[in-house]
């Protein structure tokens, strides 16, 4: 308890002039225009690996990103990185992801895994699927390590498929359903890089579908998005 | 951290020719890799999209390839692609669009690879490299689905009846005063070779039309007086379009109006006139159309617009993509129609059903139109043999001939087959026997074998019956089969004659070009297929002439393994195709300027795409072992 709430409450530390002279240069970047049309648009789909799913005490533990542009995966445009931890993961976290403890501890700094992770970000817009854990984790990861308020424009495919695909919505729910539907193998099931690969596949086939319901952007997939997510009046 | 995850190289290195690649060179087209998807029934490549832009590797899914040339009759040619397979290698070597139309299956990913990106990679990595290039047997189906849809897009652009009249019309119309007499309008019009004559005033507006067709009606039979106005007896009622009318538009008016003719006007003007058969000429030139034609034809004109009409329709087959195999048995067979109607028109002038000599003369083909290879380039090869009839000796009935052979030589000349240079014609008395004589002439070749009896050998022994009394031909064939069959010495030297003329491969395999660095591939490539392909029959008593049958008829007898002799035809047929495309896109350039049309068979290596040129190396390969074969068995 003790640990958490010096984790909460320590003012965080001021980061070396290198490390914040990347971060002012992502943060000076111009931000990314919404209504850009697909076929000219990058979008990154993100997939993180954690300690465990609680929010308050869980810790990232890898970040896979893969980059979409104008509908397309570029194989080289994609991301991955393990933070180094400062403990290790309890041992049926380590079975699931398959990080053992020596990668956990050999990873990058974290302050340095962010900023890296920023720079191949840049202002593109982010997906995830079920994005609600993806985008606590790494806010709250910015915040400790880079003192960033890391608000970013973000869309869940787990509400916006189903808006898609209305006939599906029923008995499609979590991911490993929508890639079956679509013949999207997943070689390594829970593996940040390979989780984003296949989510980002789903993208490709949002995107194709989106095109025919005359959705043009990434602002008109937010709204459809809304529309599907939970409390959103019917 | 750019990463690509271990995944995607273990998907890919599952799969050929990726398995057997380089680590780094796999890397390295990953690296350069994108992918994409495409909802089912969603177009992934098609001819329309021009010079092939990627390969596609399939991640997951199915790629179907259709056939986009429309076929009237089969609905066959569908591809099945599955994942790891690779399209379309065979367009992207050759740098030109894709035949089928490739569509997605199912929901599928593909990677993708540049254009660029892939001609590097086939640089870097040989067995990327042989993979792409490797089974003639995919790469001759690849190479001929993409010059059918080259040819077949050329000619759907023109000829089209959806074309504009604008496009159609060839010359500047023929045009004459009002008040020209009749008799100088049809004077112009014989003088002019033109079925129609239009009459404009000074300002160029149409006023009357007069045709062939008008003559017997208005002229001839009612017996005018051909000194008064043409316009009096012109038709004034006129059907005409303006220039950016499509060709179907004018075919239907013809159609409704019962005219042969439209006026192409514009602002008034008049500034073409389209026919009937100008349109005819847009549409597929049917086959029986052109028999019957020739079967029908009286006068040399006629025949000599038959001849233009073969070759236009052999453009057509080729488009619609019919093998070079059927392609130059079809110019061979009509060929034979035209020459034998020359024949039959000459002969039925110089020796009437009464004569002695009409049951007796048959006019014969010698080399490719004997073998029924010919091509757009076809030199006269013939011969004439007789029977001597009771009461005259041979040289009696040769000088009764010569002059009429002479006449079907020119005649022929004029339909578009050159005379020989060698003077293998029916019109030289050396070539004009009776069966008695040919016979001699064999046996000493036969015996002598000298070089020139040999060279003869080459061109005589393929002879065919072409007209007339065909028995004396069967029974000359069966002479020779029989005369040369056990005869070890003369195949012997007529092995080693073939042998002197080697493919033009270096050690490296690489060609090794002659004169302006060009292959002839007459010499080259086809020769040494036919010359095996004579030597063959004749050791095993085959009969037939043409080469493709000889190499299936004797194949057996010559403990060839089938596979093997189709391997040599396809490669035969293959530097056949190359020939007949050479010869079609000397003939489409020259024909503007009018006139020289000569053909050759030579070609530079260098200019052929990357695919043709691996299949014309592939095939001289195979012409080296045919080689290998007849110096196994004659032990040269």
């Known amino acids: 308890m003790k640990r958490l709430l010096k984790r909460w409450f320590a003012t965080p530390a001021r980061l070396p002039p290198a490390q914040a002279a990347r971060l002012a240069a992502w943060q000076d970047a111009a931000p990314a225009v919404l209504s850009t049309p697909f076929a000219q648009a990058r979008y990154v789909v993100v997939d993180v690996e954690t300690t465990g799913l609680n929010l308050l005490t869980d810790t990232l533990i890898s970040i896979g990103a893969v980059a979409v542009v104008g509908g397309r995966i570029s194989l080289a445009d994609s991301f991955s990185v393990v933070l180094q931890q400062d403990r290790v993961s309890r041992r049926e976290n380590i079975l699931i992801h398959g990080i053992s403890g020596t990668v956990q501890r050999e990873g990058a700094p974290p302050a340095d895994a962010l900023l890296d992770f920023l720079a191949y970000l840049g202002k593109s817009p982010l997906v995830a699927f079920h994005a609600a854990l993806d985008e606590a984790m790494i806010r709250r990861a910015m915040r400790q390590y880079l003192n960033l308020s890391f608000k970013h424009p973000w869309l869940d495919l787990a509400y916006l498929m189903p808006a898609l695909y209305p006939a599906l919505a029923r008995n499609h729910r979590v991911l490993d359903d929508w890639t079956g539907r679509f013949g999207i193998h997943n070689a390594a099931r829970h593996d940040a890089l390979a989780d984003a690969m296949v989510t980002a596949q789903l993208l490709q086939v949002a995107l194709v579908q989106a095109r025919l319901k005359h959705v043009p952007d990434f602002s008109a997939l937010r709204d459809l998005e809304k529309s599907a997510a939970p409390g959103f009046p019917a | ?636």
């Not at chain 2, 020119?410 to 009776?434: H, Q, V, Y």
Request: net charge negative.
């Open chain 2, 1 to 636: 951290m750019s990463a690509i995850h271990p995944s995607e190289l273990t998907f890919i290195i599952r799969h050929a020719p990726f398995d057997s690649m380089e680590l780094e060179h796999v890397m390295w087209m990953l690296e350069r890799m994108h992918l994409a998807y495409y909802a089912q029934g969603e177009i992934i490549a098609s001819p329309e999209q021009g010079e092939a832009t990627r390969m596609w590797v399939i991640k997951q899914g199915v790629v179907l390839g259709e056939q986009s040339v429309a076929k009237a009759s089969d609905s066959d040619t569908w591809l099945e692609l599955m994942e790891g397979e690779c399209f379309p290698l065979g367009a992207l070597l050759a740098k030109r669009r894709v035949a089928s139309i490739y569509r997605a299956g199912s929901d599928t990913f593909c990677y993708e690879l540049a254009a660029a990106d892939f001609h590097t990679l086939l640089g870097m990595s040989a067995p990327f490299r042989d993979f792409c290039t490797r089974r003639i047997a995919n790469l001759l189906e690849h190479s001929k689905h993409v010059i059918q849809a080259e040819f077949s897009h050329s000619s759907a652009e023109q000829q089209s009846l959806a074309s504009p009249l604008s496009a159609i019309i060839r010359r500047a119309p023929v045009t004459c005063a009002p008040d020209t007499t009749v008799q100088a309008a049809l004077e112009i019009m014989r003088e002019q070779r033109i079925g129609s004559m239009v009459a404009t005033d000074q300002q160029g507006h149409p006023l009357g039309i007069l045709t062939l067709h008008d003559v017997l009606e208005r002229v001839a039979i009612p017996q005018i007086d051909t000194a008064q106005a043409v316009i009096n007896i012109m038709s004034t009622e006129l059907s005409s379009l303006p220039p950016h009318a499509l060709a179907h538009e004018a075919a239907l008016l013809m159609a409704r109006r019962g005219f042969r003719h439209v006026l192409v006007v514009e602002e008034h003007k008049l500034i073409g006139l389209l026919s009937e058969k100008d349109l005819f000429a847009l549409q597929r030139v049917g086959l029986r159309q052109i028999g019957s034609t020739i079967r029908h034809a009286d006068t040399p004109e006629v025949l000599q617009q038959a001849a233009a009409d073969i070759r236009h329709m052999a453009h057509n087959m080729m488009a619609q993509g019919v093998a070079p195999e059927q392609l130059t048995q079809f110019i061979s067979t009509f060929n034979d129609l035209l020459t034998a109607r020359v024949v039959e028109l000459e002969c039925a002038a110089a020796c009437p059903s009464g004569d002695p000599l009409h049951e007796s003369i048959c006019w014969m083909a010698l080399g490719s139109e004997g073998r029924l290879e010919q091509t757009l380039k076809t030199d006269q090869d013939n011969a004439i043999i007789f029977k001597v009839p009771e009461g005259m000796t041979a040289n009696q009935v040769r000088e009764k001939l010569l002059p009429l052979a002479r006449r079907i030589n020119e005649t022929l000349d004029r339909c578009g087959f050159p005379l020989c240079k060698g003077e293998i014609m029916a019109s030289n008395p050396k070539w004009c026997l009776s069966r008695e004589e040919w016979q001699e002439v064999f046996t000493k070749w036969v015996d002598s074998g000298a070089p020139e009896s040999l060279l003869h050998a080459t061109i005589f022994f393929d002879f065919r019956a072409l007209y007339g009394a065909e028995y004396l031909v069967e029974q000359l064939r069966a002479w020779l089969t029989d005369h040369v069959r056990g005869n070890q010495r003369f195949l012997h030297q007529m092995a080693a004659n073939s042998l002197r003329n080697r493919p033009p491969l270096g050690i490296v395999r690489d060609f090794i070009v002659g004169q302006g660095n060009t292959i002839d591939l007459k010499l080259n490539g086809i020769t040494p297929f036919v010359d095996a392909a004579r030597i063959f029959s004749l050791a095993t008593g085959v009969g037939k002439t043409n080469t493709v049958q000889r190499l299936r008829a004797s194949a057996a007898a010559l403990r060839v393994p089938a596979t093997e002799v189709e391997a040599w035809i396809n490669a035969f047929l293959f530097i056949q195709m190359l020939r007949l495309r050479h010869h079609y896109e000397e003939a489409s350039a020259q024909l503007p300027d009018g006139e020289t049309r000569h053909l050759d068979n030579r070609i530079d290596p260098a200019q052929l795409n990357e695919l043709d040129r691996r299949i014309l190396k592939e095939a001289f390969r195979q012409a080296r072992k045919v080689q290998a074969k007849l110096a196994l068995d004659y032990q040269l």
